[in-house]
């Protein structure tokens, strides 16, 4: 039985000082929640003030991404070694980065290495554009973004896969719960391939994409989906702390 997740990508949103405020807002309801592993990914500089802050919880910590490269002459970037000592997870790949920021499969494939060579749980986000979804090539580009971030990667249990169908990132249009259920299921079939069946039997998928406490029943109702990557509802307390209510429930009452 795999452990449903729901993580938060705060993205480049909260001051250090909001986003303490937002921490201590949902703390305490959200430690509470048992059987679902919480993992909230504030920006870069509030990783440390907030590591302190959950220290004792039953809540994780993410980065939203980093250099591939443990340190050096590298201006301006973040090293899986620094977010060694303060996460547990580290958001890769995720559309913003490959789009707004030029990063290839290639480049995420290093970084997923490094980050395992960290002890750090990457979440790989793969997902198709409006235009390849409309051309039918949603199973073609996940295969591709899949195979080639896990290429030369060790089958690892602790790995996240997170689908994120790129036209339904912060638009308000959210996939079917079967859309996401028939690709996440395509997906553990390609790693299984690529690793091995139990291995990918194993491996958490999320689906990602305007997720709300107002449609996460959808997709966690689907056995095939194993949590959420939450956007813009992981930045207001009561709406995350819903999702994770709900999720601890269906996935409570499906065991
Ligand atoms: C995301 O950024 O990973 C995401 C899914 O955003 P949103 O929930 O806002 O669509």
């Known amino acids: 039985m795999r452990i449903p997740m729901i993580a938060g990508n705060w993205k480049m949103n909260t001051t250090a000082t909001e986003a303490e405020r937002l921490v201590l807002e949902m703390l305490e309801r959200l430690d509470r929640i048992e059987g679902v592993e919480k993992v909230l990914c504030p920006p870069f500089v509030s990783l440390v003030a907030i590591s302190m802050m959950l220290q004792n919880s039953s809540i994780q910590l993410g980065a939203q991404n980093m250099y591939f490269e443990a340190k050096g002459a590298y201006t301006g970037e973040i090293s899986p070694l620094m977010l060694s000592e303060l996460c547990e997870f580290v958001i890769l790949g995720h559309s913003e980065r490959r789009w707004y920021f030029g990063e290839t499969d290639e480049i995420v494939n290093k970084k997923v290495g490094a980050a395992l060579t960290n002890?750090?749980?990457?979440?790989?986000?793969?997902?198709?554009?409006?235009?390849?979804?409309?051309?039918?090539?949603?199973?073609?580009?996940?295969?591709?973004?899949?195979?080639?971030?896990?290429?030369?990667i060790e089958p690892v249990r602790e790995f996240v896969i997170a689908y994120e169908p790129v036209w339904a990132i912060g638009t308000g249009k959210a996939a079917s719960g079967k859309q996401a259920a028939v690709t996440i299921e395509f997906i553990r079939d390609v790693v299984?391939?690529?690793?091995?069946?139990?291995?990918a039997q194993d491996l958490r998928i999320l689906y990602g994409g305007s997720v709300t406490s107002a449609n996460i029943v959808e997709f966690l109702?689907?056995?095939?989906?194993?949590?959420?990557?939450?956007?813009?509802?992981?930045?207001?307390?009561?709406?995350?702390?819903?999702?994770?209510?709900?999720?601890?429930?269906?996935?409570?009452?499906?065991?």
Not at 121 to 146: M, W
Not at 192 to 199: A, E, F, V, Y
Not at 221 to 250: M, Y
């Open 119 to 152: 002890k750090l749980k990457p979440i790989l986000c793969v997902g198709e554009r409006l235009e390849e979804n409309e051309a039918g090539k949603t199973d073609e580009v996940v295969n591709r973004q899949v195979r080639a971030g896990l290429k030369d």
């Open 192 to 199: 299984g391939k690529l690793w091995n069946r139990s291995t």
């Open 221 to 255: 109702s689907r056995p095939e989906i194993d949590g959420a990557l939450v956007g813009g509802a992981s930045l207001k307390a009561e709406e995350f702390v819903g999702i994770v209510e709900k999720t601890a429930e269906i996935k409570k009452r499906a065991k």
